[in-house]
C-alpha cells in the first residue's frame, strides 16, 4: 500500500539554527499537508501545498512540494522553543480516497 | 463556531467490555475521519464516514470495530470486547469539503487504556 516516510524521526536542535525535515511518498501525491502536534496535543493543521513545485511560508517556516509530487520539504529557521513537537506530513493520492497517509513524523525538541 | 469535539477524553475499560467513542465535527462539516495513534506513532486511517454512509473503512480492523455518522447526532467509534492492544489515542477529524479544500480539523482526542 501507499506509504509515507519522514526522515529524519527525530531531530535536536540548539535554539537559533536552521534545519530541513522531509517527507516521501511511494506513489505521486494529489496534495500534501503538514500538521503539527504538541506533546500531549491533537494534530494541527498547519499547511496545504497542492501544486508541483509549489513553495509557501509561514513566518520562519518554508514548506515545498517536489515536482514530481511524490516528497515534500519543512524547512524552520532559527528555531525557537515554542517549536517543540511533533511535525507530520500526510499526503492523499491522486484520484484516491479522501484519506490521508500520515507519516510517521518528525518529534523536534530544542535545546535552549 | 467550536472546533471539533471528542468525548470522553479518557477512558477506562476492563478486557471484554465495550468502548464507544464520540465525534461531533465542526459545524457545517459533513465529513469525518477517524485515526488512531500508538505512543511515539503517527496516525493511522481508520474510517471515513459522511452523513449516514461510510466511504472508506480500509484501515478499519476487521472483527470488533464498528463506526457509524448518523443523521442526527456525533459519529460514533464503537470497539467491542476491547483488549489491551487497542489502548491508544483515537482522533476524529472533520472537513467541509473534498479535494483540494479537504483540510482536516482534528479533536482533542480520546485516549482509551484497557487494563
Known amino acids: 500500500g501507499q506509504q509515507v516516510m519522514q526522515i529524519p524521526q527525530y531531530q535536536h536542535v540548539q535554539e537559533g539554527e536552521d534545519f530541513t525535515t522531509y517527507c516521501n511518498s511511494s506513489?505521486?501525491?494529489?496534495?500534501i499537508q503538514w500538521y503539527k502536534q504538541r506533546p500531549g496535543g491533537h494534530p494541527v493543521f498547519l499547511i496545504q501545498?497542492?501544486?508541483?513545485?509549489e513553495v509557501k511560508k509561514q513566518k520562519r517556516l518554508t514548506f515545498q512540494f517536489g515536482e514530481a509530487k511524490k516528497n515534500s520539504s519543512l524547512h524552520i529557521t532559527a528555531t525557537q522553543t515554542t517549536d517543540v513537537g511533533t511535525y507530520f506530513c500526510?499526503?492523499?493520492?491522486?484520484?484516491?480516497?479522501?484519506?490521508?497517509?500520515f507519516g510517521k513524523g518528525m518529534k523536534l525538541t530544542v535545546n535552549p | 463556531n467550536a472546533g471539533v469535539m471528542q468525548n470522553p477524553r479518557h477512558l477506562v475499560r476492563r478486557r471484554g467490555q465495550e468502548a464507544r467513542l464520540r465525534c461531533s465535527p465542526m459545524?457545517?462539516?459533513?465529513?469525518v475521519y477517524w485515526y488512531r495513534q500508538l505512543p511515539e506513532e503517527g496516525l493511522k486511517f481508520m474510517v471515513y464516514?459522511?452523513?449516514?454512509?461510510?466511504?472508506?473503512e480500509s484501515g478499519m480492523p476487521k472483527e470488533r470495530f464498528s463506526a457509524e455518522f448518523p443523521k442526527e447526532g456525533p459519529s460514533i467509534l464503537r470497539i467491542q470486547q476491547v483488549v489491551r492492544g487497542d489502548s491508544a489515542a483515537y482522533f476524529c477529524?472533520?472537513?467541509?469539503?473534498?479535494?483540494?479544500?479537504?483540510?482536516?480539523?482534528f479533536g482533542a482526542g480520546t485516549r482509551l487504556s484497557v487494563l
Open positions: 477529524a472533520s472537513s467541509p469539503l473534498t479535494g483540494a479544500k479537504n483540510i482536516q480539523y
Open positions: 506513489t505521486t501525491l494529489s496534495n
Open positions: 501545498l497542492v501544486k508541483s513545485g
Open positions: 500526510a499526503g492523499r493520492l491522486q484520484g484516491g480516497s479522501e484519506k490521508l497517509v
Open positions: 459545524k457545517g462539516h459533513s465529513h
Open positions: 464516514l459522511q452523513k449516514e454512509n461510510i466511504i472508506d
